[in-house]
């Protein structure tokens, strides 16, 4: 009898989360403050976090351990399983073998409460009462909403105009934990006031979400802000995905060739990489894929420069893969990868050579959601369908070489609230951009004259 799903006993949860940090190569670049052009320290990022992930932002220990608080809530859904997608590599026709680590069994459908839950536990104990965060496709701004419900906290959503129009089910959700919700640019801060009188119509972007929450954290004493991709610290926090997975390889008596995700800022695919880069640092070989959008090509054609996390400017600086602060990508339905930068710890190691990216098209990352969804069963959210597609790709090439991998990737989340995307594929009206040179080149002059990376 074939062995579908590899699971683990709640007893098997990791203890401990893993920081790539300690054995990069390569250490990020620091974070610059924009007005003196210095690292930061902790007492600049104190207004907007709670000093346990400031530390956990500059730790360079290899291990953080995770408080019993965080595990007991973990618990509701960890471990996640991971499967043999064998029905899918029938219908693929290939001879390598498929296996993912699904992360939509969490109660808000993805793996961002695994940051949410302990970014809210951090804060409570802490002592701060309100937290305010940004939102693309919902999926962050449902799972803090369900995080602050469970540890008591109140929470302020910005969410990225578009999404809020095409996705109301992902704001109900949002209502249904307890949150208050905005569309941004909103007018309930300064600088969403001032992005609707430029642009009355504007569908939003992340970056404009960011510095409305930011403005908005940095503005009262008992907020804080809450970043569900892109920090050092949710990088670390999603590594419990990886370091199931090995142990979950190793029930299945198989080690991957190739490890795959899709990118936004980076957190899901960060969570089941690192953990693998680990070994790849040490030695072995694997082949480390990060997938984006061709509307939003970060890793693929963006520059490694300082930029700003935001649109107004009023993030650090960071060393990044960046397209430039005010890129507003094109309203593809992968709203969780509408992000003109990427996490600092990825791009450097994209720099490094440990990490290779590909960009793909939307019609194509649906055709190839189509086909799990009609062999494996789960309807796969439109950014995990980038992870699926670069594992069907990492086949074929595998296939024409002649060869058999074994191929890992992250399904970071279940595509129920994305049906209106799906009904769209289907009726053929999904338009794929050619984002041209000249758009890329107009907005990366938004980072001349900022500090320039070693
Ligand atoms: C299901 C899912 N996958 C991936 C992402 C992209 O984010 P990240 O790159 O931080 O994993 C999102 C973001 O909203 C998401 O909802």
């Known amino acids: 009898m074939h062995v579908t799903?590899?699971?683990?006993?709640?007893?098997?949860?990791p203890r401990r989360w893993y920081n790539i940090r300690a054995d990069m190569p390569n250490p990020p670049q620091p974070v610059l403050h924009?007005?003196?052009?210095?690292p930061v320290g902790p007492d600049d990022l104190a207004p907007l976090f709670p000093m346990e992930l400031i530390l956990q932002e500059v730790s360079e220990e290899p291990e953080v351990a995770i408080p019993d608080e965080v595990l007991e809530i973990y618990r509701l859904w960890r471990p996640t399983p991971l499967y043999r997608a064998r029905r899918l590599e029938q219908a693929a026709g290939t001879r390598s073998r498929i296996f993912y680590k699904y992360e939509g069994?969490?109660?808000?459908?993805?793996?961002?409460?695994?940051t949410a839950v302990a970014q809210a536990f951090y804060n409570q104990r802490e002592g701060r009462t309100r937290l305010a965060t940004e939102t693309g496709a919902g999926q962050w701004g449902s799972a803090l909403a369900f995080a602050c419900q469970l540890l008591g906290l109140e929470c302020k959503v910005y969410m990225v105009r578009i999404s809020y129009d095409q996705k109301p089910f992902r704001r109900s959700l949002i209502q249904a934990w307890g949150a208050t919700i905005v569309p941004s640019p909103s007018e309930d801060t300064e600088s969403g006031r001032a992005m609707l009188a430029e642009?009355?119509?504007?569908?939003?972007?992340?970056?404009?979400?960011?510095?409305?929450?930011?403005?908005?954290?940095?503005?009262?004493?008992?907020?804080?802000?809450?970043?569900?991709?892109?920090?050092?610290?949710?990088?670390l926090h999603q590594t419990v995905i990886g370091q199931e997975a090995l142990a979950q390889m190793e029930l299945a008596g198989a080690f991957p060739d190739v490890v795959v995700g899709c990118v936004g800022g980076g957190?899901?695919?960060?969570?089941?990489?690192?953990?693998?880069?680990?070994?790849?640092?040490?030695?072995?070989?694997?082949?480390?894929?990060?997938?984006?959008p061709s509307a939003c090509p970060t890793l693929t054609r963006g520059l490694f420069a300082y930029d700003f996390g935001d649109t107004s400017k009023l993030t650090p600086l960071v060393a990044m893969h960046t397209l430039g602060h005010d890129f507003v990508p094109q309203p593809i339905h992968a709203g969780g990868l509408r992000y003109h930068g990427v996490a600092p710890l990825i791009s450097q190691l994209v720099r490094d050579g440990l990490i290779r990216a590909d960009a793909y098209a939307q019609n194509d990352i649906f055709a190839s959601a189509?086909?799990?969804?009609?062999?494996?069963?789960?309807?796969?959210?439109?950014?995990?369908a980038h992870a699926i597609h670069g594992?069907?790709?990492?086949?074929?090439?595998?296939?024409?070489?002649?060869?058999?991998?074994?191929?890992?990737?992250?399904?970071?989340?279940?595509?129920?609230?994305?049906?209106?995307?799906?009904?769209?594929?289907?009726?053929?009206?999904l338009v794929d951009v050619a984002l041209d040179e000249e758009e890329i080149q107009r907005a990366l002059r938004a980072i001349d004259g900022l500090p320039v990376p070693a």
């Open 34 to 38: 924009p007005g003196t052009g210095q």
């Open 370 to 384: 189509v086909l799990f969804a009609r062999s494996e069963g789960i309807i796969p959210a439109p950014e995990s």
């Open 391 to 429: 594992a069907l790709e990492s086949a074929r090439a595998a296939d024409e070489a002649g060869e058999e991998r074994t191929i890992l990737f992250n399904l970071s989340g279940h595509g129920h609230f994305d049906m209106a995307a799906y009904d769209n594929y289907f009726a053929g009206k």
């Open 199 to 235: 642009s009355p119509d504007s569908p939003g972007s992340l970056g404009m979400a960011i510095s409305e929450a930011v403005e908005d954290a940095a503005g009262r004493e008992d907020t804080a802000y809450s970043l569900g991709s892109v920090l050092n610290h949710v990088l």
């Open 105 to 114: 069994v969490s109660p808000p459908g993805s793996h961002k409460p695994n």
């Open 5 to 13: 799903k590899y699971l683990l006993e709640e007893s098997q949860l």
């Open 267 to 292: 957190s899901n695919f960060a969570g089941l990489a690192f953990p693998f880069l680990r070994e790849k640092i040490a030695g072995r070989d694997i082949d480390v894929l990060a997938c984006e």
